[in-house]
């Protein structure tokens, strides 16, 4: 039992960081698509 409990101590919160690390980025990145679509929709705008 100690065994399996130093073993999600170990491998438990790297992987709940990671977890939430990619979740964060991930929002991030939509964002930034959003961002980067309105952009060009500007940029397409002017050059009509």
Do not use: D
């Not at 039992?1 to 073993?7: C, D, Y």
């Not at 960081?17 to 397409?44: D, H």
Request: charged content about 15%.
């Amino acid at each position: 039992m100690e065994e399996i409990l130093i073993s999600i101590g170990n491998y438990g919160f790297p992987m709940v960081v990671s977890a939430y690390l990619l979740v964060r980025v991930e929002q991030k990145l939509n964002a930034l698509t959003i961002s980067i679509r309105s952009l060009a929709g500007v940029i397409e705008g002017r050059s009509s």
